[in-house]
């Protein structure tokens, strides 16, 4: 069994910056893609940026040059750095591991942009 333990979420203004952790723990043998995916509500949920073991990363056009996505392997961890929020990036965020064995979620952390 895994399990994902969110951090980093919270009310924050429009321009400002959070950042969001996720460590994995328990029986990890492989992990192939870290990432975090957001559902604002009455939405579906979508992907806001994954980085692969290698390093290589993807990430939705509505985020990209604003956040950042990392990874620490040797602690099974990934932070995603959101810098220049709008309102619209108001959702409950979600981490996600895929590895061999599996395909895990966090239970979520409520990000609200608003002034």
């Known amino acids: 069994q895994v399990q994902l333990v969110e951090s980093g979420g919270g009310l924050v203004q429009p321009g400002g910056s959070l950042r969001l952790s996720c460590a994995a723990s328990?029986?990890?043998?492989?992990?192939?893609?870290m990432g975090w995916y957001r559902q604002a509500p009455g939405k579906q949920r979508e992907l806001v940026a994954r980085?692969?073991?290698?390093?290589?990363?993807n990430y939705a056009d509505s985020v990209k040059g604003r956040f950042t996505i990392s990874r620490d392997n040797a602690k099974n961890t990934v932070v995603l750095q959101m810098n220049s929020l709008k309102p619209e990036d108001t959702a409950v965020y979600y981490c996600?591991?895929?590895?061999?064995?599996?395909?895990?979620w966090g239970k979520g952390t409520l990000v609200t942009v608003s002034s």
């Open positions: 980085i692969r073991s290698g390093g290589s990363t």
């Open positions: 328990g029986f990890i043998f492989s992990i192939n893609t």
């Open positions: 996600n591991v895929n590895l061999v064995g599996g395909n895990y």
